[in-house]
């Protein structure tokens, strides 16, 4: 609409003056009073168009006023104000540049309206111009491949050292040694006493007990955050020692965790708790080859120390260091002691009926011919310290000692197929499955011939006649009855 008054109004003031100027052709001096000789009227409609100009030329000089304040922002990704800034007034100006023209001069460039703004509208960096980076000329940009991101070509060696010797992080967290501010002992002669007194509550010191002395409550020692923080990076560290001397390994796995306890045993000096302090723990360690420093072990003791005498059981260290099973060996070994309680006649298990029912055959060490069947025999047996042939293995023992097996056997499938062939134990699937269970190709009745697998055949022993019988028991079992002939395909 303001172009059109404004054309209108031209149009008419024109007319105006043509019609009543006065003729100029005959006095010059007609040019000096023009406006003075002008009609009323003709003054009306001046000061319209003068109006109407004017208020033209006003929002003409704003909007020329407020796009060039819009693209002198710096940190826009549009070429227009941010809402933030222009609610709060406070345009965002980085501490190196100068304020531009349009922008309010604010000391140091930033406000707090201006930083809530940035993260109201998601603002990176004040380094962006327009949405482009300002990158100095002699600045080069990182950039890198799929291939170098993937393929960890560039990555840098990992450190083989701590940043902190195991006796810097004693002294820090047990505040031995104090740097700053210095130590003031004549400020700390009552602070045990105010330390003692202050969890406690005046209705339990003079209410429960008046005349008792309150008992001291052991709180655990905070290590790096929690109890146990240093005490994980010490076994993992003693963990990688163990596994690369590997003490006393044998043909048959599980003799290293049981060297290591042996040798903690030969340390230990309260025989009743089976406990060792951080001095026995490091004889025992130097003993398998494990170098260990008195800090480390003070650590680990202190970490499994359960009573607060600074000392720890060693069948517990011992199993922290070895490590435990993963829930995948875990559920292996439950199935292999729930074959052997179901193929024993009572339910029970005993030491002698493990040691006769292992197939040792096809353990790594004899099948490579480092070791003879009677060798692994006499050493699985040893190593099982059978205190009683007759005495029951319950699943805890049971599950101890694989857990020793397992601390030398790095891959789960081979763990798996090594277990499943030894006990017979049916299952697997590509490289760990059993391959010790017999085979038979079976005839049927009506002339069909198929394979099939004798599941669980750990207990089919014996002359040519008994084992035709347990595999045609077997085969029942699994639902084939129309057996008309057998034959064993890989001989065990």
Known sequence: MTPFFFVSGSIIVVYMLLVDLPDCSTDRNTHSSLFSSLLPSTYLAV?????????????????????????????GE???????????????????????QGTEAMTAGYTCETLQGNWAEERADAGYYDGKPLVRPDQTTWTTT????????????AETADRFRQETLLDIED????????????????????????????????YVNPADVVPPVRAPVVLCGNPTSQGRAVVLRFRQALKGRMPGRSCVPGNVARTLRLALRGCCTNEETNCVNAKELQEGLLGVGIGASLAECMVLVRTFDTVGDDAASLLTITD??????SDRRALLVENVYNLLKSVSSDGLVTFQQLADLTDLRFLPSVQEGAATLEEAKDVYCKQMD???????????????????????????????????????????IGPSANTSCRRVRVTHLNGRITDEEIKNDIT???????????????????????????????EV
């Open 320 to 325: 922290e260091i070895r490590g435990h099973f």
């Open 175 to 206: 505040h031995a040694k104090r740097s700053y501010p210095g130590h003031q002992p004549h400020l700390e002669r009552d602070h045990e006493a105010m330390v003692a007194d202050s969890l406690h509550t005046v209705y339990e010191k003079t």
């Open 78 to 100: 549009h070429k227009k104000e941010r809402l933030s800034e222009r609610a709060a007034h406070a345009q965002n100006q980085p501490k190196n540049r100068g304020y531009l």
């Open 47 to 75: 000061q319209l168009l003068l109006v109407l100009f004017s208020s033209r030329l006003s929002s003409l000089c704003h909007y020329t006023r407020y796009h060039h304040h819009c693209t002198a922002m710096i940190g």
């Open 146 to 157: 799929y291939r170098k991101m993937t393929g960890n070509d560039g990555a840098s060696p």
């Open 460 to 490: 089919i022993r014996g002359d040519a006649q008994a084992v035709k019988e347990a595999i045609l028991k077997n085969l029942r079992t699994q639902g084939i009855t129309d057996v008309k002939d057998f034959q064993v395909t890989n």
């Open 386 to 428: 059978f205190a009683c042939p007759t005495a029951l293995l319950q699943a805890e023992r049971f599950g101890g000692f694989f857990a020793d097996f397992s601390f030398e056997v790095d891959i789960d499938n081979d763990f798996e197929k090594v277990m499943r062939n030894m006990f017979h134990l049916s299952g697997g």
